[in-house]
């Protein structure tokens, strides 16, 4: 099993960080940004596209809860079952920037803002 790590690469397209997912720790996944089967994300398809390392940098959308990639259904489902608030995610990167953020949520062995 991983370590939890401090690296911006670990900070998913969303906002969520990989690096304290239980998927990438037990080596399931190699995160958000080299997870190649993660073609269903249309949020990681959005961000690839637009050349966007995460939501933070949309400037079409600068409340991400008024995108419907980011606010989807299935997003509103996993965000109740894991109680995830990834718009927090997305406005903490914004405050502390990317390398902020992934010490944050280092630092408290979280994925995610609970809600």
């Known amino acids: 099993m991983r370590n939890i790590e401090t690296s911006t690469e670990l900070v998913a397209y969303c906002g969520l960080y990989c690096g304290a997912c239980k998927s990438y720790l037990t080596e399931r996944c190699p995160g958000c940004h080299k997870n190649e089967k993660a073609t269903w994300c249309a949020i990681r398809n959005c961000c690839m596209e637009k050349g966007r390392s995460s939501c933070v940098q ?58």
Not at 86 to 103: D, K, M, N, P, Y
């Open 58 to 115: 949309c400037t079409e959308f600068p409340n991400p809860r008024d995108c419907k990639k980011f606010n989807n259904l299935v997003s509103k489902f996993f965000a109740v079952i894991l109680r995830s608030n990834r718009a927090a995610c997305i406005e903490q990167i914004r405050r502390l920037g990317l390398e902020g953020h992934a010490q944050a949520m280092a630092a408290s062995r979280s994925q995610t803002i609970k809600r």
